[in-house]
């Protein structure tokens, strides 16, 4: 079946580090690629998302390449802030009638001023 | 709109207990979801509702069942509470149609079960 496989945190970066949380995928055709945000005490919210290989979606500074040949959706962000900090889960929705997603374990991240 | 909304926020159950967990979403959409959130571990699929008046389960339905009330409302029902189901319980919905595929996520409801 479907799954994902996600970077192990927690991850502490300063402000303004450089930041790269792993995802790598295993599916069965193309799946569509999504990372969620997670803010302390909040429900999950869509932060990116890639429909087909080599998409590449952002927002808010983050960005992602949906990458075919290794399985892969590597979250990326230049310059993190303090604002950042959150639970990331990586996720991919299958081709099932319901859509349902799958979703990584998450990796906790926290960004010190 | 209030988007995806869920009661109760926190509930504390014996073991043995029911209770039911309430789910309402003001966007029409066709497909709501519960998953469950335990440490290390993600979000998991419980049930879900493809469109109104269907249910199925999804990767941990054991202990659970579901009504899709109407086309807002999904609830999710412990007829008999246990300890292996403590965790934080997320509804979501989503349009499921061509590329509108995002799920919204509720606030969640955080169940312990002593």
């Known amino acids: 079946g479907d799954s994902v496989t996600q970077m192990e945190g927690p991850v502490t970066l300063s402000e303004e580090a450089f930041l790269t949380i792993n995802c790598t995928y295993t599916?069965?055709?193309?799946?569509?690629l999504f990372w969620y945000v997670q803010y302390p005490g909040e429900g999950l919210q869509l932060l990116l998302k890639a429909t087909k290989a080599d998409d590449k979606g952002s927002n808010k500074g983050f960005e992602a390449t949906y990458r075919k040949e290794t399985t892969s959706f590597h979250l990326e962000k230049g310059s993190v802030q303090v604002s950042d900090s959150a639970v990331y889960f990586c996720?991919?929705?299958?081709?099932?009638?319901?859509?349902?997603?799958?979703f990584g374990s998450g990796t906790q991240l926290t960004v010190l001023p | 709109n209030a988007g995806v909304t869920q009661t109760p926020k926190f509930q504390v159950l014996k073991t043995g207990q029911s209770m039911t967990l309430q789910c309402a979403q003001d966007m029409n959409h066709n497909s709501m979801y519960w998953y469950r959130q335990d440490p290390g571990m993600g979000l998991r699929l419980i049930y879900y509702?493809?469109?109104?008046?269907?249910?199925d389960k999804g990767e941990v339905p054991n202990g659970y069942n579901v009504s899709r009330l109407n086309k807002r409302e999904f609830s999710l029902r412990l007829e008999s509470a246990a300890p292996s189901q403590t965790s934080v319980y997320f509804c979501?919905?989503?349009?499921?149609?061509?590329?509108?595929?995002?799920?919204?996520f509720g606030p969640g409801t955080r169940l312990t079960v002593l």
């Open positions: 509702s493809a469109s109104e008046g269907t249910t």
């Open positions: 979501a919905s989503s349009e499921a149609r061509g590329s509108q595929d995002e799920q919204f």
């Open positions: 599916a069965t055709g193309y799946p569509s």
């Open positions: 996720a991919l929705r299958g081709k099932g009638s319901a859509r349902q997603l799958t």
